[in-house]
């Protein structure tokens, strides 16, 4: 979900940097900032690209029950886009045929300029609310690092708490709390909250630093572990 919003961040970022490019110190930045708002989209292409899957295969498996529904919903969302798409481009035609070249001095000049300023502005905050409210809403079943954490807090304070049931957030719950944002100090914060931090994918090296043991030692357990059980991973 992090990574679809930074998709979104990123296309709006590279749409104000083209808008700009024109008018900035006359025209002398137009080339970097017109590559920079391109590499800014490409950007937005991949990362909306790689997470763009497991969206939707929560959404066919919430809509229709089953996996299988992956196809309908992604022929769906590109017809919408289609459709809209066309609008917009219709609309945004008639629109700067209204504007003009936006460059007048006078009164009405200045203040079609201030309009569609304040419209891009208002246009593209609505964007991202409206794209930050729906990854709320999508309550992801599979654990990541910060799901972990949180299952993982819980879990280990009812323990200490010493109550007879184990309460867990359920996947709506936790999508409510799961940062959107890559912040580094999300990420300290929760290092320092962390009674137990909590490591994902590490490499084997830093597994065997972290668990404070001899190389030789984790390695002979490793092969005790694979003879007598078919689990790929280690907690």
């Known amino acids: 979900k992090r990574w679809k919003y930074f998709a979104d961040v990123m296309v709006d970022i590279g749409i104000t940097l083209e808008m700009l490019a024109p008018s900035v110190l006359g025209g002398t930045w137009f080339l970097p900032l ?22 939707q295969l929560y959404w066919a498996n919430k809509l229709m029950g089953t996996e299988e529904g992956i196809a309908e919903i992604a022929a769906k969302g590109g017809a919408q886009r289609t459709v809209l798409g066309g609008v917009g481009l219709v609309l945004s035609g008639l629109f700067a045929k209204w504007l003009g070249d936006g460059t007048g001095k006078s009164v009405g000049g200045i203040q079609k300029r201030r309009l569609w300023i304040s419209m891009y502005c208002l246009l593209t905050m609505l964007h991202l609310i409206s794209n930050w409210m729906s990854l709320k809403l999508i309550a992801l079943d599979w654990l990541n690092g910060w799901r972990l954490h949180w299952v993982v807090e819980e879990f ?67 092969e005790i572990q694979q003879n007598q059980c078919i689990d790929n991973y280690i907690i």
């Not at 937005?44 to 763009?52: H, I, S």
């Not at 999508?175 to 084997?204: A, D, N």
């Open 34 to 55: 017109l590559c920079m708002g391109n590499v800014c989209k490409a950007l937005c292409g991949v990362a909306a690209g790689a997470c763009g899957g497991s969206l």
């Open 156 to 222: 280990l304070k009812c323990i200490d708490d010493g109550k007879d049931t184990i309460c867990i957030s359920d996947p709506m719950e936790m999508s409510t709390k799961e940062p959107i944002f890559f912040l580094p100090e999300l990420q300290e914060k929760k290092r320092r909250s962390s009674k137990y931090p909590i490591h994902m994918g590490v490499s084997f090296d830093q597994f065997a630093t972290l668990s404070h043991q001899p190389l030789s030692v984790l390695q002979s357990k490793l």
